[in-house]
């Protein structure tokens, strides 16, 4: 990823700082008794310095091979030290050859694998130096060495592992905002020709009339269809939620009239699936009652603590004592699909209706959502 490359150019940059320290180091011939080898170890160090810096700059060869080289190359120059030394091992202040340049693949390891893979990396290492360390008695050197690369395997390791979420995320984002540049695009162009064909041809199919308003309707229908599907994408809901306009709109037709408010109405997801059936069956009852061309509307409002969606039509009405009777019968459409729904939510059901003048169902249930205990589908009434 390119988030990386940073993190593998500081890298190289400290191998080489490393590298000329330990150099510094050796020109000083403190503690070193044989600096002719340790030159030579200096050199296997500055070469490897060299290849890993050109090795790691290509994405393609991060891999298994050249970690594991990368480790045994330096295990192999902190195990030198010794023999660099000689009698002098273990005097004060004298360092192992490699010095820092030793946590170079711990900080290789870290940034390819993250924290833990770090922390691996740096315990193989500080093995090694614990070899060296315990044959001279500096336990306490120890300790402070191992201390520093668990720190910097485990930091670097995180901190690289945030880098790379944060770039997946950013990239996802790009791709999401270049989709709904597309989808907006295609949506101005759909609105610009197509739909505008459709609500010709449903204008004037109706003013035709007779075939011509059959295809003036199935006209208007593809037209709410179309629109639907080319409307601006809703906002993401949380896990186990659902947004109860998602649910309805689908229901606009040239017939029916869905109005929602623009910002998104969620409820546990169980909950929204339950109130749209019940919003579906009271749609079921004006197509049974009023004729599959009567017009309906739905209205969609969120407000203290509670949502409340009306079903509202212009048939003949609800004559008084219908619904008891209906209920008498055996037909429980409205006691079941609509109010047995609605009241499991914890919700209520108010019916206004005048004979001649249409029905109105107002179903409100609380924002907050409970969990519903059934769930009726009976036949409607």
Do not use: K
């Not at 690289?160 to 101005?188: K, N, Y």
């Not at 269809?225 to 993401?236: F, G, I, M």
């Amino acid at each position: 990823m390119a988030i990386e490359g940073p993190f593998w150019r500081a890298i190289a940059v400290f191998r080489v700082a490393s590298l000329v320290y330990a150099a510094v180091l050796m020109a000083q011939h403190r503690g070193y008794e044989q600096p002719v080898l340790g030159w030579l170890v200096i050199g296997v160090m500055a070469l490897w310095t060299a290849g890993a810096t050109l090795a790691y700059s290509a994405e393609s060869a991060r891999r298994w091979p050249l970690l594991a080289i990368d480790l045994l190359v330096t295990l192999a120059c902190l195990l030198a030290s010794p023999y660099v030394e000689g009698a002098g091992q273990g005097a004060e202040g004298t360092m192992p050859v490699p010095a820092t340049w030793i946590a170079g693949p711990v900080l290789a390891w870290a940034v390819h694998g993250g924290r833990r893979l770090g922390a691996v990396a740096a315990a193989v290492v500080a093995a090694g130096d614990l070899w060296l360390r315990v044959r001279t008695g500096q336990a306490p050197i120890l300790v402070n060495g191992a201390v520093l690369l668990f720190l910097a395997g485990v930091v670097v390791g995180h901190v690289a592992r945030l880098a790379r979420q944060a770039e997946e995320r950013m990239q996802r984002a790009i791709e999401m905002e270049a989709a709904q540049r597309e989808r907006d695009r295609l949506a101005r162009d759909i609105h610009d020709s197509v739909l505008q064909v459709l609500a010709l041809v449903q204008r004037r199919g109706r003013q035709i009339g007779g075939e011509a308003a059959e295809l003036g309707r199935l006209a208007g229908e593809q037209e709410a269809v179309l629109r639907q599907l080319v409307a601006p994408a809703s906002a993401p809901v949380p896990v186990g939620s659902a947004d109860l306009r998602a649910l309805l709109l689908p229901h606009a037709s040239p017939r029916v009239t869905v109005s929602t408010p623009a910002t998104p109405m969620i409820l546990p997801a169980p909950v929204a699936a339950e109130t749209a059936a019940a919003v579906r069956a009271a749609l079921d009852n004006v197509r049974d009652h009023c004729g599959t061309g009567a017009r309906a509307w739905i209205f969609a409002e969120s407000s203290d603590g509670a949502i409340t969606v009306t079903v509202r039509d212009e048939g003949p009405g609800i004559a008084e004592g219908r619904l008891a009777e209906a209920a008498a019968a055996g037909r429980l459409g409205v006691a079941q699909s609509i109010r047995g729904r609605i009241a499991d939510l914890g919700g209520t059901v108010a019916f206004a209706s005048r004979t001649g003048e249409g029905t109105e169902v107002e179903i409100t249930v609380p924002a907050s959502g409970a969990s519903p205990s059934r769930g009726g589908t009976g036949a409607h009434g």
